[in-house]
């Protein structure tokens, strides 16, 4: 073949497969069904050959971890060392507290997740590619009822959402990650807002559509450090899942309120997740913005009227 | 029977991407497997063959990244036409240069990829971290070529050519 021609055939055949990419861009933005089966079915496809490789080549990833993240172990075991010993100091109060907070959920019949199912999964992997860097991999799927959209959780609290849901394996999207939002309730003060992760920190949680700022900056009213915050009545998931704790209020503007969450959840370090198998909402039932209607005491009606061009209101 | 050899390697590629290269980082960067398995199809393949070869790994890569079908795929195959179109005029099969070929276009399929995604409404990709991510597994990729190399250039040997008819390899 002439290399024109065979130019010409290589631009011709390229024009193709970028025309056939952005087809499945646009399919894949619409969520078009038959394509997330298929992506499902390759995952699924791929599931044991993957499985077969990783049992039999996990002690090269060992052995990495442990010559390059020795210095990281020692640290950490330390510390857990320490909070060991800070936990035997507290464990009679904690045991007097847990039998008072028990007869008062009995009392008031506060639920956390009660009656509902979970499926107990073991985490396959982290990220895999390079930049997404806020996903895990579940051992469970749709085969054990587990649909996108539900709440992962370990016994400190909210994990993340199923965003992928294939026949034996899941992926979850973690709390960590800046664009899931949550909807959440400050438990001192009783308000509900919505909040997300912060990018490049994997322990950070931040509340800042909801919540105003007090009139005043009176401190009795803010949040207080140290409160729980815990997932809201209208959130995606079921209420009362712990998210963390307070460890920071400001204001940017002086009107909005920003609450910085340390999370109860370690997710770089997950090992076991449960899914709550209960049916989420698609979509955070956010209450409809209705304009304000109400006119100012001070401004007599009649002049609106007439700035408006002399109609009169019906 | 050459698209049969390059879905096994491609196959091998994201076994090991998923697996080995979850744990085994540096600086916390993996390489990029898949891209090299385009880089290469590229390569070796040239800008008829190289473009499927990339839009295929591509779209595997994509069926396990968090973001959009199809990104990877386009990038992939137009980084692969665009090494293939080169490589008849400008390179040599040397090993040398297939391993500065695959760092330099490992970085740009890295970059390509955080901006295309950030047009298409992806947040916080384009940043200091980006060309981190984009040098580390650019220079990981370049050295794993010369594992990846051999095992491309028999994938994409024509059948011809494995049966001793003398067809160049590398010129398809």
Known sequence: MPPAQRAGRSRYRLALLVLTSITLLSLDFRSFGPLESAQS???????????????????????WNAAFSYGDLETENQDLRRQIDEMTGHAIAVEANSAAFERLQRAV?????????????????????NFDTNVVTISKGSNSGIREGMAVVTGAGLVGRVSRADRTTSTVELVTDPSLIIGVRVVSTDEVGLGHGLAGEPSRFVIDQGPGWPEGGDPALLPRIGSAVVTATDSR????????????????????????????????????VSVMLDIAPDEVP?????????VPIEIDPAQLDSAAGGGSTP | MTYLRVALVSIVAISLQ????????????????????????????????????????????????????????????????????????LFHDSRGQV??????????????????????????LINVEMLRVAAVSGVMNGVLSFVAAPA?????????ARRGARVPVSRA
């Not at chain 1, 956010?286 to 109400?294: D, F, H």
């Not at chain 2, 990877?72 to 090494?83: E, H, L």
């Open chain 1, 41 to 63: 079915g390759v995952r699924d496809l791929l599931h044991p050959v993957t499985s077969i490789v990783d049992t039999g080549l996990s002690p090269i990833g060992d052995a």
């Open chain 1, 109 to 129: 019949d506060i639920r956390f997740g009660e009656g509902i199912p979970t499926a107990v999964a073991t985490v396959l992997r982290g990220e895999v590619g």
């Open chain 1, 237 to 272: 998931y079921s209420a009362e899942i712990p998210i963390g704790t307070v460890v920071d209020v400001a204001t940017p503007d002086g009107l909005a309120m920003v609450v910085t969450v340390e999370l109860s959840n370690d997710v770089t370090d997950l090992g076991f």
């Open chain 1, 286 to 294: 956010l209450l409809p913005v209705v304009p304000s209607t109400l």
């Open chain 2, 18 to 89: 998923l697996t080995v290269f979850v744990d085994v980082r540096v600086f916390g960067v993996a390489p990029e497997l898949l891209a090299l398995v385009a880089i290469l199809g590229g390569y070796f393949g040239g800008s008829q063959t190289g473009p499927v070869v990339g839009f295929a790994a591509g779209l595997l890569w994509d069926v396990y990244l968090p973001t959009h079908l199809g990104v990877s795929a386009m990038i992939f195959a137009v980084t692969a036409y665009i090494i293939g179109t080169l490589e008849a005029g």
């Open chain 2, 99 to 124: 391993g500065t070929v695959v760092v330099v276009a490992t970085m740009a399929i890295v970059v390509s990829y955080a901006f295309l995604n950030e047009i298409l409404g992806v947040r916080g």
């Open chain 2, 152 to 160: 491309m250039k028999w994938a994409m040997a024509p059948t011809s």
